[in-house]
């Protein structure tokens, strides 16, 4: 080809009035695809040569080339030789460079053509000014794209389209749904990209609805479908899927598209529902690796893993990707011991793991603290080089999730990334060297975005949040603009000191910045007012939330509980479900929470029991604990004995304990012995559970127990106790 372009390029350089235009046409563009400066500058010998009234024509051809190769600086060359040998640019012209500026982000070339789009009269021109508002969406964002949108005399489908995904990936969702309102016309695309910003964002209500909204008016495409359907398996909304699956079956140019099939498999597996998706799966014609993995992954929720194991062995074509899909599944269900036995069963297999599955495994790892496999696998990494700076970043993250902060740090040395930093950051932050975490981050020579947030999170998590506000502030006065992140642990730090006058001054700097309370940032803000005690003022943020996520919803529940509105938080929820917003556990947790309060142990089973069987989420140990509480309160301690041993996790000495103090309320020796036995099972020096019991056998009138038990106390600590503390908060003129 190389040799070609060169031939032709002597050709017209040799005899330019014999060039014919069809021929230049032919290959002055092949010429200006090739990178080297001799096919180029042959190119432009051969366009000066083409004198007649298509000239533009080849012009734009040599530009294209430059721009398809995203050379902008050989584009703009030509550009200016165009203009100097009295070419006439046309739209086309404008729309290749401009297109190659926003694809490379070059914003200084693009606003060179931006002047000269203003110079030479293509403000009017639609074509012209769509890709002018890409590039400065690329480049500048939102805000400044908007400008150049106002500027649009006529914006067609594609302005709105374009800037209305633009708002959407910077988190404008109000503006966003402003501009769909306002559109003239709008196309399938136009939906789809409503609904899939709408979707990115966690916004899972508003697809439905929106999606509703379409079906009034129009036909979806498959694209539509598998987006409203993706979300019904984000939500575990199966009574939503089941009425998309009905429309798909009425609109027959859907009714066996593979795509769509693939994603209702999805949408049940993901649901619960793994018999009707299995049916499904069974009439497909076309097995995509998605529906494979959709049903391996509904069953590992379920906790049915031997199907999951058998189903990946009946796939026809199994690769890594397969594998990496079951250990995935396995993670997210918290099935951490379960994905380490799925990948030592892939290592026998001739399926060699690849990057993604190593960090995923590093993962469970790292929740597990399983050190010695961890190390297993960073061997097997260095045995077989696989190692980038993404797993790189993931060893780094397991030494440090599991304490091992001199393995971290020497690992960390070897490639120093702001990843790694950040990760070795919050270890050192977790074991309580919040001061060496400091000086880390001060001897970072390039800080982002996540280098701050990961220290201003370690503070907070530390509970430091003095020094978390100070970074803040120091924060702001760096090129580092404060994002949600940074504002979240923050708020969740304020939340857990109560301290309502930090939180409401960084609640009005999200109101002054015109920051916008979506998803966990405005559950952060809710839960931190109702933890201080002001529920009205939750109450209303809540409200006022455009977008409510789980979250929201979760806080709101959970504040309701503690500050004795029973009641209400059940209303709360049930108006959670009528909107169908899919519950979690937190949800269950901040429910059972409120009947502990009140009191309900009949409610409180009904929830326990839903939790598992209908929306099929695995009760965590706080769970347990509640439900504990709650039968130790009315007196059912051998009940409360039963459930914890009965418990497919391994009891805390927090869960007995709860037990504990439930014996004493109720005087109940023989089942507070056994309690007391447990605890020191688990923690052979604790010497609080042997002052409850001794007071057990006091308030039971066994006085010489009582009195052995002080005495074995003395004998191991001196009978010492853990003393309690408390905090408050000193404003600067000394008041409390």
């Known amino acids: 080809m190389r040799r070609f372009t060169q031939t032709c390029g002597l050709t017209f350089a040799n005899h330019p009035n014999q060039a014919n235009c069809v021929i230049l046409r032919r290959v002055v563009y092949p010429c200006t695809c090739s990178s080297t400066l001799f096919c180029s500058s042959h190119a432009s010998t051969a366009a000066a040569a083409d004198n007649d009234v298509n000239s533009t024509f080849t012009w734009n051809s040599m530009i294209r080339g430059c721009t398809q190769s995203l050379h902008v600086k ?157 979300v019904c398996a984000s939500m575990c909304s199966l009574e939503s899927g089941r009425q998309i699956h009905c429309h798909v079956i009425k609109f027959e140019h859907l009714a066996f598209d593979a795509f769509v099939l693939n994603g209702i498999v999805h949408m049940y597996a993901n649901c619960g529902s793994i018999h009707v998706a299995c049916i499904i799966f069974d009439g497909l014609l076309h097995r995509h690796a998605v529906s494979w993995n959709a049903l391996i992954a509904g069953y590992v929720r379920l906790g049915f893993l031997e199907k999951a194991e058998r189903l990946l062995n009946e796939m026809p074509d199994k690769d890594v990707i397969s594998w990496s899909a079951l250990i995935s599944a396995c993670l997210q269900a918290g099935f951490y011991q379960e994905a380490l036995m799925v990948y030592r069963e892939m290592r026998t297999t001739s399926i060699r793991p690849n990057e993604i599955t190593i960090a995923t495994v590093l993962s469970s790892c790292t929740r597990l603290m399983e050190v010695l496999e961890g190390e297993k696998i960073h061997a097997y990494v260095i045995k077989c080089g696989l190692e980038d700076d993404q797993l790189h970043n993931s060893l780094v993250h397991f030494y440090s999730g599991c304490g091992l902060m001199d393995q971290a740090l020497r690992l960390f040395k070897e490639n120093e990334t702001v990843v790694g930093c950040c990760s070795l950051v919050v270890g050192f932050c977790r074991c309580g060297s919040v001061d060496h975490a400091r000086r880390l981050f001060n001897r970072m020579t390039e800080r982002d975005l996540v280098s701050w947030n990961a220290m201003v999170f370690g503070y907070s998590q530390s509970r430091r949040l003095k020094e978390a506000f100070e970074l803040f502030a120091e924060m702001q006065m760096t090129e580092a603009e404060p994002d949600d992140a940074t504002l979240l642990s923050l708020m969740v730090g304020c939340a857990d000191f109560a301290a309502l006058r930090q939180g409401e001054s960084l609640h009005a700097y999200m109101h002054k910045k015109g920051i916008e309370l979506k998803c966990n940032l405005g559950a952060a803000v809710v839960d931190m007012y109702a933890r201080c005690g002001s529920m009205d003022t939750a109450f209303g943020i809540f409200h006022a939330m455009k977008t409510k996520s789980s979250s929201a919803w979760n806080a709101l529940i959970r504040g309701l509980a503690l500050n004795g509105c029973e009641k209400e938080a059940l209303n709360v929820f049930t108006e959670m479900q009528q909107l169908q917003v899919a519950p979690d556990s937190f949800t269950f947790l901040a429910l059972l929470t409120a009947c502990r309060h009140a009191g309900w142990l009949d409610a409180a089973w009904h929830f326990f029991n839903c939790m598992r069987t209908v929306h099929r989420i695995k009760p965590s140990l706080a769970h347990y604990g509640c439900m504990v509480v709650l039968l130790g309160q009315a007196g059912n301690l051998v009940e409360a004995e039963e459930l914890i041993l009965n418990m497919p996790m391994k009891p805390a000495i927090s869960t007995w304990g709860a037990l504990l103090f439930a014996c004493r309320s109720h005087r109940n020796v023989e089942v507070g012995e056994r309690v007391v036995q447990q605890i020191l099972e688990l923690d052979p020096g604790n010497t609080d559970c042997q002052l409850l019991l001794a007071n057990i056998y006091a308030e039971a009138g066994k006085w010489e127990r009582a009195v052995n038990v002080r005495k074995m106390m003395k004998e191991l600590r001196g009978g010492q106790r853990t003393p309690g503390s408390s905090s408050i908060h000193v404003v600067d003129d000394g008041r409390f």
């Open 74 to 230: 050989d584009a703009l060359l030509f550009y200016r030789r165009m203009l100097r040998q009295s070419g006439v640019p046309d739209s086309f012209t404008f729309s290749f460079i401009l297109s190659a500026c926003a694809t490379t982000k070059k914003l200084k070339p693009g606003r060179v053509m931006h002047g000269q789009v203003l110079k030479l009269g293509f403000v009017s021109d639609v074509f012209v000014m769509n890709n002018l508002l890409q590039l400065y969406l690329n480049c500048e964002g939102a805000e400044v794209a908007l400008k150049v949108f106002v500027e649009i005399p006529q914006p067609d489908v594609v302005s709105y389209n374009t800037l209305i995904h633009g708002c959407f990936a910077e988190g404008f969702v109000e503006r966003s749904r402003q501009l769909f309102e306002e559109m003239p016309t709008r196309n399938l695309i136009s939906w789809s990209t409503v609904l899939n910003g709408y979707k990115q964002l966690g916004c899972h209500v508003e697809v439905l609805a929106l999606f509703s909204e379409f079906l009034k008016i129009g036909q979806p495409d498959a694209y539509i479908v598998a987006i409203a359907l993706s």
